[in-house]
């Protein structure tokens, strides 16, 4: 694992490239794989990997399946705004923020690859920022999987229409207190915590230790803390997912664990009765493709499959 000129590691191989947004700012993405050739229908489309959020998140949460796809696909990975090598100024960082950074980098890959369509998955929250962006970009984004989803749960916010947050100002000004902002990130991201996290996502304490590893890599950076701030102050959850992921038309793949802190999904009774729609369960906390990779990859390209036709 390399170190970039910020200090921050290089957490997967390829090239670490950047595109200049005018609404996302700096956004970092890996990509590696064959490249497209000059006729679409003789490539496998191209495919877009987005991590989940958390205090220390970055592309190194999509390793296992970049490594995977890009053997044989154009394959991306992508910094959110405010975590990895992308921008972490101070700033609003809400779903707006998140989806335009995702479109542009959409865009960028078609204009790299024969305007193709793309599949693309996320992880967690991410859901919610893929599922709004699909409906910006229906033509651009072929298939969705949507691993571990948010916006299922029993208590999920529908109060609101889908393109508003659940924003808390009181609380991020709260956190934005000098001494209590810093004293809270460093607890945050502290060994003892950032473990404690990743074996609720786990559902076990045998998580993985390389994840772990990079995890706390990537914590320490300046303005590392604005984002997660606005995460768990409610600027990232959508008021209303359900409705948004109920409005997609391209095929979507729902794979979740049973095991840990993020395995209810007891409101996913609408979505099943879509015909669209795709759902997988594992015997897993909420990174399958990092427990039982070969199973994950079996259910994940035969989903694939039915979205060619």
Known sequence: MTTSETGLPEVLPGQRRSLQDQQAGLVSFYVLGPEASSSSDQTAPPMLLIHSIN????????????????????????????????ERSE??????????????????IQRDNNRQALDVLAVSLSCEFLAKAALRRPDAIRSLALV??????????????????CGRPGVLKFFKLPVVGSLLFKLLTSKVSIR?????????????????????????HPG????????????????????????LQQPVWLAHGTRGDF????????????????????????????EIPDEFLQRYRSFLKTAET
């Open 263 to 290: 395995n209810d999904y007891s409101r996913k009774q609408p979505v099943e009765n879509k015909g669209n729609w795709q759902i997988s369960e594992f015997d897993t906390g909420a990174l399958p493709y990092f």
């Open 55 to 86: 205090a220390s998140a970055s592309a190194h949460e999509v390793e296992p399946l970049y490594k995977q796809f890009s053997q044989s696909r154009r394959t991306y990975a992508i910094d959110l705004p405010g975590f990895g090598h992308s």
């Open 148 to 165: 571990s989803p948010t916006g299922f749960a029993r208590y999920a916010e529908t109060k609101g229409p889908p393109e508003a947050n």
């Open 224 to 247: 590392a803390e604005h984002a997660p701030f606005h995460f768990i102050s409610g600027y990232l959850f959508s008021a209303d997912i359900l409705t948004s992921y109920l409005e």
């Open 91 to 108: 700033r609003t960082y809400d779903q707006d923020l998140m989806v335009n950074a995702i479109i542009a980098l959409i865009d960028q």
């Open 196 to 220: 404690f996290f990743l074996r609720k996502t786990w559902g076990s304490k045998h998580i993985d230790e390389s994840f772990f590893q990079t995890s706390l890599r990537m914590r320490n």
